[in-house]
């Protein structure tokens, strides 16, 4: 199985800065069709997950441009710009080019 | 709007079986692949299983294949998942999600005597 890897596992943050995410797969998530099948969903407290990015950097309908998504083959970032309090919550990316899919551990971000 | 909502679970004892049901409205279900992911209390996601939009294409998780049947009803907007010989390591809330898009708002199943 693909394992991926996020750092950190906690984040605690100020309303306004910035931050990264990792997500590190244990192979290349290179598809035969030369697509990247990375996301990154974004679970808030007591809600259910919303993906925000889809395919390393393609933000989905409605997601602010605060998120940016980047990374190829096994390296992958996740940056929001600005933090705003909507934002708090689990991040997690998830690899959709191998079976089984498989998730990164997550994220907590958290406001300092 | 994309609504998925889950129904089925509850308290089930081990080796016993369940069925949850996932509806789907605001789309054209039979144009979509759908997943059955669980998340157990306090741990991050799991995916479960997958079919695709014709039934053709099925896959699941190891820790499920054999036990689990994923399926679908295109005529009636529902996506099925049949749990057999359930473990308590299937505590958990089970989410059905069109491809990774839209998910439901989930629905626990415990299993405990």
């Known amino acids: 199985d693909v394992v991926m890897t996020q750092t950190p596992p906690s984040l605690s943050v100020a309303i306004g800065q910035s931050v990264s995410i990792s997500c590190k797969s244990s192979?290349?998530?290179?598809?035969?069709?030369?697509?990247?099948?990375l996301n990154w969903l974004l679970q808030s407290p007591g809600r259910s997950p919303k993906r925000l990015i889809y395919?390393?950097?393609k933000l989905d309908s409605g997601v602010p441009d605060r998120f940016s998504g980047s990374g190829s083959e096994k390296d992958f970032t996740l940056k929001i710009s600005r933090v705003e309090a909507e934002d708090l919550g689990v991040y997690y990316c998830?690899?959709?080019?191998?079976?089984?899919?498989?998730f990164g551990g997550g994220t907590k971000l958290e406001l300092k | 709007e994309v609504q998925l909502v889950e129904s089925g679970g509850g308290l089930v004892q081990p080796g016993r079986s369940l069925k949850l049901s996932c509806v789907a409205s605001?789309?054209?279900?039979?144009?979509?692949?759908m997943n059955w992911i669980r998340q157990a209390p306090g741990k991050g996601l799991e995916w479960v299983a997958y079919?695709?939009?014709?039934?053709?294409?099925?896959y699941y998780a190891e820790t499920v294949k054999g036990r689990f049947t994923i399926s679908r009803d295109n005529a009636k907007n529902t996506l099925y998942l049949q749990m057999t010989s359930l473990r308590s390591e299937d505590t958990a809330l089970y989410y059905c999600?069109?491809?990774?898009?839209?998910w439901g708002q989930g629905v626990m199943v415990t299993v405990s005597s």
């Open positions: 605001g789309f054209t279900f039979s144009n979509y692949g």
């Open positions: 079919i695709s939009s014709g039934s053709s294409y099925i």
């Open positions: 998830l690899q959709g080019t191998h079976l089984p899919r498989t």
């Open positions: 192979q290349s998530l290179v598809a035969s069709d030369k697509n990247t099948y």
């Open positions: 395919q390393v950097s």
């Open positions: 999600a069109r491809g990774w898009e839209s």
